[in-house]
């Protein structure tokens, strides 16, 4: 019997079991995820900076999506984490911890970024 898929961070099989166990499909999630990555981090760090809430809600709130669909349970439940925060309004943990998320995420990326490229060769 095959064990538990799990790299680091990512939990393939849990992944894989949101597309119907469809690899093309999971990787092809796999590859905007990590594509569209730097940019969403930005826009995470951007909206500390500036304290626009509403805008770091957002993208937590489509950042837990993404990593539940994407097998990243450890990057799920952070994210759930700062998504609860933000609809209590507890700002000061959100501007206190913000780096915990975007240093998991930039890992969970380069996870799944040499994975991807491990499966290219």
């Known amino acids: 019997m095959e064990g538990k898929k799990t790299f680091g961070h990512v939990n393939m099989e849990k992944g894989l079991e949101m597309f ?9 999630i796999v590859k905007l995820f ?6 969403q981090i930005e826009s995470i760090v951007r909206s500390i900076e500036k304290e626009d ?3 770091y809600g957002r993208e937590i709130h489509t950042l837990k999506s993404l990593a539940g669909n ?3 349970e450890e990057l ?6 700062h998504d609860t ?4 309004k507890d700002y000061l943990f959100l501007k206190n911890s913000y780096w915990e998320i975007v240093s998991l995420y930039s890992e969970v990326v380069q ?4 994975f991807y490229a491990d499966r290219d060769e």
């Open 111 to 114: 996870e799944l970024n040499g």
């Open 70 to 72: 994407l097998g990243a």
């Open 34 to 39: 990590c594509k569209n990555a730097s940019k």
């Open 76 to 81: 799920l439940r952070l994210a759930v984490k």
């Open 53 to 55: 809430y509403a805008a």
């Open 20 to 28: 119907d166990n469809d690899r093309d499909v999971y990787m092809e």
């Open 85 to 88: 925060a933000y609809k209590r």
